[in-house]
T-cell receptor, first 113, second 112 residues
Framework: QKEVEQNSGPLSVPEGAIASLNCTYSDRGSQSFFWYRQYSGKSPELIMF????GDKEDGRFTAQLNKASQYVSLLIRDSQPSDSATYLCAVPAANFGNEKLTFGTGTRLTIIP | DAGVTQSPTHLIKTRGQHVTLRCSPISGHKSVSWYQQVLGQGPQFIFQ???????GRGNFPDRFSARQFPNYSSELNVNALLLGDSALYLC???????????FGEGSWLTVV
């Protein structure tokens, strides 16, 4: 089993709808989780991080963490065409700081106008 | 404030050649990490340096090496380039132990 798994997509969502991106991880000891957005040809950009079970909201973005089920999700409300990108889930390596992240393969999201 | 800066942004090399990629961290950041991102995959950790010391190494061959300078800038060196080394090489910096790492724009390496 891969350490971090994401559905590669592509995921197509109509403009204005909610986009839901999911990520599962294998290490039960993982404490923190990161979501990065990567536009085509660009470097990853941090959107959110979450440490605690439950929801964390930042503007149109909500990260949800369920440690018992070992999944973390990212919801994007009121999706805009500018949200079209690849979304990467990342988990720090065990016994290491946040400098060593294990990434999933990313989910390609397309917002349809 | 300037973000993480990397150079060169794009380069083309021939198999068997050597390449040096450079990175300047955000001012005040002492930790630098290097990642390789092959097309269609997530970034993969290569090295982390803090205060000029290597603190972590990913699963990469010895052809890959790096170092950090007193001003906290860093170089990634790859010897005997293979076609499979073609990728986006990302540098990230952070305050050690703080929440997030910040990526530079990357260096696109094509090996032909």
């Amino acid at each position: 089993q891969k350490e971090v798994e994401q559905n590669s997509g592509p995921l197509s969502v109509p403009e204005g709808a909610i986009a839901s991106l999911n990520c599962t991880y294998s290490d039960r000891g993982s404490q923190s989780f990161f979501w990065y957005r990567q536009y085509s040809g660009k470097s990853p950009e941090l959107i959110m991080f979450i440490y605690s079970n439950g929801d964390k909201e930042d503007g149109r973005f909500t990260a949800q963490l369920n440690k018992a089920s070992q999944y973390v999700s990212l919801l994007i409300r009121d999706s805009q065409p500018s949200d079209s990108a690849t979304y990467l889930c990342a988990v720090p390596a065990a016994n290491f700081g946040n400098e060593k992240l294990t990434f999933g393969t990313g989910t390609r999201l397309t917002i349809i106008p | 404030d300037a973000g993480v800066t990397q150079s060169p942004t794009h380069l083309i090399k021939t198999r068997g050649q050597h390449v040096t990629l450079r990175c300047s961290p955000i001012s005040g950041h002492k930790s630098v990490s290097w990642y390789q991102q092959v097309l269609g995959q997530g970034p993969q950790f290569i090295f982390q340096y803090y205060e000029k010391e290597e603190r972590g190494r990913g699963n990469f061959p010895d052809r890959f090496s790096a170092r950090q300078f007193p001003n906290y800038s860093s170089e990634l060196n790859v010897n005997a380039l293979l076609l499979g080394d073609s990728a986006l090489y990302l540098c990230a910096s952070s305050f050690l132990g703080r929440n997030t790492i910040y990526f530079g724009e990357g260096s696109w390496l094509t090996v032909v």
